[in-house]
């Protein structure tokens, strides 16, 4: 049985769930689910402000998150040149840049296995918190061959690199604790209360304004590439007369709550 992601919206909340599900494998990530995870930010990238969630759960069924690439479809692929890079460059990772360059908050709720592809799209959310009971790593090493390039960058971005080097060259796992520790994770929550704490973080998240969120995460995008350039700090601030800008400023001065719509 071939594994599934979904896309739901939570009821008046503006929070919305990606669910990565492939029943008995841990949430092990196939091809089909790569393609759709990629197809679903699409997706999510290009709806309108006022249509989109103001916050997205990126969770796994089951009580895991993600243990990996479904090593069952490997044989089909990974023994011949041309297909592996294949697979890594043009499946896997627009994948995870959809997820990066995807302009909405994303909240990793990370329980029991965060490994290989589970961690890489970990590292594309904006917020991780886990269970006491999670792993974390990339033991490839084991099966035999290293991380592609295009994902070890991904990663770069959220390990240091003494701490990326213990976790591919030793394949080192790392309990919730160190994850903490070494900043891959933003907090640690008992096991049972995961998805509740990661709900209400969210939730929080999706009160304020989504503008804020949008342009910051532009701006953060940017700093990471080495801009912003000087045409795109000119054009941060054109959200000057913006309805969101006018209402935060105007709810504050009047002392009530802003109305935000919510998507």
């Not at 739901?8 to 759709?36: C, H, Q, Y």
């Not at 709900?199 to 304004?209: D, F, G, T």
Request: glycine fraction near 8%.
């Amino acid at each position: 049985m071939a594994g599934s992601i979904t896309l739901e919206r939570s009821e008046g909340d503006g929070v919305a769930f990606l669910t990565l599900s492939n029943p008995g494998k841990l949430n092990a990530i196939d091809i089909a689910m790569w393609r759709e995870l990629h197809a679903l930010m699409l997706h999510l990238q290009a709806l309108p402000p006022e249509d989109a969630p103001h916050a997205v759960i990126v969770r796994g069924a089951a009580g895991q998150f993600a243990s990996g690439g479904d090593i069952v479809e490997f044989a089909s692929f990974r023994f011949e040149e041309h297909s592996l890079r294949d697979f890594h460059e043009n499946v896997v990772a627009p994948a995870l840049h959809a997820l990066l360059d995807c302009d909405i908050p994303l909240y990793a709720q990370i329980e029991g296995a965060c490994i290989g592809g589970g961690l890489e799209i970990a590292a594309c959310c904006d917020i991780r918190i886990c269970g006491e009971g999670s792993r974390f790593g990339a033991p490839i090493a084991r099966l035999g061959f290293p991380m592609a390039p295009l994902e070890i960058d991904v990663v770069a971005r959220l390990a240091s690199e003494p701490l990326l080097r213990e976790m591919l060259l030793e394949a080192r796992l790392l309990t919730a604790a160190a994850a903490l520790q070494h900043g891959l994770v933003h907090a640690v929550v008992p096991d049972a209360e995961v998805a509740v704490l990661t709900l209400r973080r969210a939730q929080a998240l999706a009160v304020l304004s989504p503008q804020a969120a949008r342009i910051n995460k532009r701006t953060l995008r940017q700093f990471s590439t080495g801009g912003p350039t000087d045409a795109q700090r000119e054009a941060h601030y054109a959200y000057a007369d913006s309805h969101e800008h006018r209402e935060g400023v105007t709810a504050f001065i009047e002392k009530r709550t802003p109305k935000f719509q919510r998507g």
